[in-house]
């Protein structure tokens, strides 16, 4: 069962597209179906080999954002990795966990990729302060 997809920004219906696909937003590469909002210049992908999307459209402004929560959030865990010499899937949910109590967000709920503006606001905030005191 394939969950449709809502623009989060003009509430129409997101359109599935494939590559070759009119609108489809990386026309030089195949990144598989994404679902699009053309008109916002809003989109998602999907997780491999399905049709259902990795988490809410995001217009360019929000993938900027991701773009630099994760720039913020990637160098604390991949520290921990270095200095305990942990791999790095328990360094990363490690890094997550600190994060959602950081951020008051149930752990479950904790991924930069479906986080809104304000929230990779907030992660960038949080992950400074702490890359300060390290
Ligand atoms: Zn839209």
């Known amino acids: 069962m394939v969950e449709l997809k809502t623009c989060r ?12 696909e009119s609108g489809y937003p990386y026309p030089h590469k195949d990144y598989g179906p994404t679902w699009t909002c053309v008109p916002c210049k809003a989109w998602v992908g999907c997780h491999p080999g399905t049709e259902n999307a990795l988490g809410g459209l995001a217009n360019a402004e929000l993938r900027a954002a991701k773009m630099a929560a994760h720039a913020a959030f990637d160098p604390l865990w991949r520290a921990k ?27 479950k709920k904790t991924h930069i990729g479906q986080f809104d503006l304000d929230e990779c606001q907030r992660v960038i905030e949080v992950c400074n302060k702490r890359g300060k005191q390290q």
Do not use: E, N, T, V
């Open 9 to 20: 920004y003009c509430l129409r219906p997101a359109q599935l597209l494939k590559h070759g």
């Open 81 to 107: 990795m270095a200095r305990d010499g942990c791999s790095k899937s328990h360094a990363r949910k490690s890094g997550y966990r600190w994060l959602s109590q950081q951020l008051g967000i149930p752990y």
